[in-house]
């Protein structure tokens, strides 16, 4: 069972809608403007780095925004910072309520929060945070244990192979988030590397998560090993499917232990092929239901109600203070796990289940309509 800290439930409390501002200034059924929504902005930073900010956070978030009478305006930097820039300018100027962002590095972050502040819109800092920022609430997962469930899944399907040549492609250097899930890796892996009973051949960070930029440095350093590794640590799961194509090309795919995070619906396909060894899965409708509940709070003026959900903290040691959070657990997904995910409907068998898989699906208690 995963743990939870910082939120209570995965289940939207509906808040009423409450009338804003006074009668005058309400409207009239002559200017047909009557209880005119408070709003909420919400930038996601990408659509390339994986697939669920545009089919989970987005619909996620807006349902949970018109259930409780908010109006969400959520758009996608599509990883421009200038972009990322200008929709914010454009919120604040909207004048939102609330600001959810989601930033592509810790100085654009910064600078939108900066903005934010002297307009006096309450930021949250959603699944990463801008170090030295000034962001009033940050929502995630405890990206380090994530990083620790990453070594523990990877040592598993390892075995016992001393001396084993391990290569780690990490996430973005931009971004905190990688930056806690490498050292939740190394809690696991440095004394291992230390002590010579695993040979660490290369970290490689990959900027943006680019999968693509990913595919072509895990060759690089493929090749200079002399075409030799033993797992890979792959940061998340747009990562590791670029290192299953190379695996693939040099017909390795399989015979590698390699990681990842997310539960993507190809990394799941993978993982039942034997090709990835493992993921994480972070569900992301506790994330932005949790999110959605902040904003919500904080949009009705309800800043106590705000804190008490936030009851978590994370030390920004850039600002030197500490951001209130709810940071939320995860779990390490492995083939005979998959079918959890199909039992909770994370994942439909139609989906997951198609071609070669149909067979595996059968043999790993996935019942197949």
Not at 181 to 194: N, T
Not at 302 to 311: E, H, K, P, S
């Given at each position: 069972?995963?743990?939870?800290?910082?939120?209570?439930?995965?289940?939207?409390v509906v808040?009423?809608?409450?009338?804003?501002?006074?009668?005058?200034?309400?409207?009239t059924?002559?200017?047909?403007?009557?209880n005119?929504?408070?709003?909420?902005?919400?930038?996601?930073?990408?659509?390339?780095?994986?697939?669920?900010?545009?089919?989970?956070?987005?619909?996620?978030?807006a349902?949970?925004?018109?259930?409780?009478?908010?109006?969400?305006?959520?758009?996608?930097?599509?990883?421009?910072?200038?972009?990322?820039?200008?929709?914010?300018?454009?919120?604040?100027?909207?004048?939102?309520?609330?600001?959810?962002?989601?930033?592509l590095?810790?100085?654009?972050?910064i600078d939108?929060?900066?903005?934010?502040?002297?307009?006096?819109?309450?930021?949250?800092?959603?699944?990463?945070?801008?170090?030295?920022?000034?962001?009033?609430?940050?929502?995630?997962?405890?990206?380090?244990?994530v990083?620790?469930?990453?070594?523990?899944?990877?040592?598993?399907?390892?075995?016992?192979?001393?001396?084993?040549?391990?290569?780690?492609?990490?996430?973005?250097?931009?971004?905190?988030?990688?930056?806690?899930?490498?050292?939740?890796?190394?809690?696991?892996?440095?004394?291992?590397?230390?002590?010579?009973?695993?040979?660490?051949?290369k970290t490689?960070?990959?900027?943006?998560?680019?999968?693509?930029?990913g595919?072509?440095?895990?060759?690089?350093?493929?090749?200079?090993?002399?075409?030799?590794?033993?797992?890979?640590?792959?940061?998340?799961?747009?990562?590791?499917?670029?290192v299953?194509?190379?695996?693939?090309?040099?017909?390795l795919?399989?015979?590698?232990p390699v990681?990842?995070?997310?539960?993507t619906?190809?990394?799941?396909?993978?993982?039942?092929?034997?090709?990835?060894?493992?993921?994480?899965?972070?569900?992301?409708?506790?994330?932005?239901?949790?999110?959605?509940?902040?904003?919500?709070?904080?949009?009705?003026?309800?800043?106590d109600g705000?804190?008490?959900?936030?009851?978590?903290?994370?030390?920004?040691?850039?600002?030197?203070?500490?951001?209130?959070?709810?940071?939320?657990?995860?779990?390490?997904i492995?083939?005979?796990?998959?079918?959890?995910?199909?039992?909770?409907?994370?994942?439909?068998?139609?989906?997951?289940?198609?071609?070669?898989?149909?067979?595996?699906?059968?043999?790993?208690?996935?019942?197949?309509?």
């Amino acid at each position: 069972m995963r743990k939870t800290a910082g939120a209570t439930s995965c289940c939207l409390v509906v808040l009423s809608l409450a009338a804003c501002g006074s009668p005058a200034e309400v409207g009239t059924a002559a200017s047909g403007r009557i209880n005119a929504k408070p709003t909420v902005g919400v930038i996601l930073p990408d659509k390339t780095s994986s697939d669920r900010w545009e089919t989970q956070d987005r619909p996620l978030m807006a349902q949970a925004f018109g259930f409780a009478g908010i109006e969400p305006i959520i758009e996608n930097a599509n990883g421009d910072e200038d972009k990322f820039a200008s929709l914010a300018d454009d919120m604040i100027k909207r004048g939102v309520k609330v600001l959810i962002i989601t930033p592509l590095t810790a100085q654009g972050g910064i600078d939108v929060e900066r903005k934010a502040q002297a307009a006096k819109i309450p930021v949250i800092d959603y699944d990463r945070i801008s170090l030295g920022g000034s962001a009033d609430y940050y929502v995630s997962f405890d990206n380090a244990n994530v990083g620790e469930l990453q070594a523990e899944g990877m040592l598993s399907c390892l075995g016992q192979k001393p001396g084993a040549q391990i290569v780690e492609m990490q996430g973005a250097p931009t971004d905190n988030n990688a930056t806690l899930v490498a050292e939740g890796q190394h809690r696991k892996l440095a004394s291992k590397y230390d002590s010579g009973e695993l040979k660490l051949v290369k970290t490689q960070a990959v900027d943006q998560w680019d999968p693509v930029l990913g595919k072509k440095l895990f060759e690089q350093i493929l090749s200079g090993n002399g075409g030799k590794v033993d797992a890979v640590v792959a940061a998340n799961d747009g990562l590791a499917g670029a290192v299953i194509e190379v695996l693939k090309e040099k017909n390795l795919a399989g015979t590698i232990p390699v990681t990842g995070q997310d539960a993507t619906l190809a990394s799941l396909q993978a993982i039942l092929r034997g090709e990835q060894c493992m993921t994480v899965y972070k569900p992301i409708r506790d994330e932005a239901e949790a999110a959605a509940r902040l904003a919500i709070a904080l949009a009705k003026d309800d800043v106590d109600g705000a804190d008490d959900l936030a009851t978590g903290n994370l030390k920004d040691p850039v600002a030197k203070r500490d951001v209130k959070s709810i940071l939320l657990g995860a779990d390490l997904i492995t083939k005979p796990t998959v079918s959890r995910l199909v039992a909770e409907s994370v994942v439909r068998p139609a989906e997951l289940c198609v071609d070669d898989l149909v067979a595996i699906c059968r043999q790993n208690d996935i019942v197949v309509n």
